[in-house]
């Protein structure tokens, strides 16, 4: 059969296989869009949990400003009671007490709240029941030899390297390329040559030209008797 072939509009490989390379880099972006979502889930619940750590442990130093209060407060009654301390200094202790109480309701409502939010994040039936979250993992106490300078560059490139955000920006970018590609192709005039018939012989290869051959001539030579 015969073989049409492009000269302007749709010539070259770019130009036929433009959509093929968008539809792969959208698929690119379709994954890379899942890991983003799949980071971001998983960054929460970490920032969900160590809230809950800070939480618990500022609950605990409340304890502590309390007992220290409480101690200040008897201290200053027994001076008063020897004559050593005003009555004013008494009025002052029991403020301290009542502020650092305050303090202690505030800071259980923050481990209530950080340990909700972090059950919801979870399994959000973790809400329906009496469950106590009692974080395992305590914070890492940052080594004093490490600089703070190589490793902020270090996690930057890092990031650069592996963020699922920086490899669908990535992605977009070379589709783009290639929608600008084929645009760029469809803008030139449709031209085409159209060759001649080429019959297939089950290959790739056309069959070889048939040449029909004439035959020779029969030359008859008279010759005259002498």
Not at 87 to 101: H, K, L, Y
Not at 128 to 135: G, I, W, Y
């Amino acid at each position: 059969g015969s073989v049409t072939l492009p000269l302007l509009k749709g010539l070259g490989t770019e130009a036929n296989t433009a959509t093929l390379v968008i539809a792969r880099y959208t698929r690119d972006q379709s994954v890379d869009a899942f890991e983003t979502a799949l980071s971001d889930s998983v960054f929460q619940v970490m920032q969900a949990y160590w809230d809950l750590v800070f939480a618990i442990e500022n609950k605990k130093v409340k304890d502590q400003s309390l007992e220290v209060a409480l101690r200040l407060l008897e201290d200053t009654r027994r001076k008063l009671d020897r004559g050593l301390a005003a009555r004013i200094d008494v009025t002052q202790a029991e403020a301290g007490v009542a502020s650092q109480q305050e303090g202690i309701l505030t800071a259980e409502a923050a481990v209530f709240g950080a340990s909700d939010r972090l059950k919801r994040l979870v399994d959000p039936s973790l809400l329906q029941d009496v469950v106590t979250l009692s974080p395992v993992d305590a914070p890492r106490v940052q080594a004093a030899e490490l600089d703070e300078k190589i490793a902020v560059n270090q996690s930057m490139e890092e990031a650069l390297q592996r963020r699922p955000e920086i490899r669908q920006l990535r992605s977009q970018m070379l589709s783009q390329d290639a929608v600008l590609v084929r645009a760029r192709n469809d803008l030139l005039p449709k031209l085409e040559q159209l060759l001649g018939d080429m019959p297939s012989n089950g290959t790739d290869r056309p069959e070889p030209a048939q040449v029909e051959r004439t035959p020779e001539p029969l030359v008859r030579v008279l010759r005259k008797d002498s």
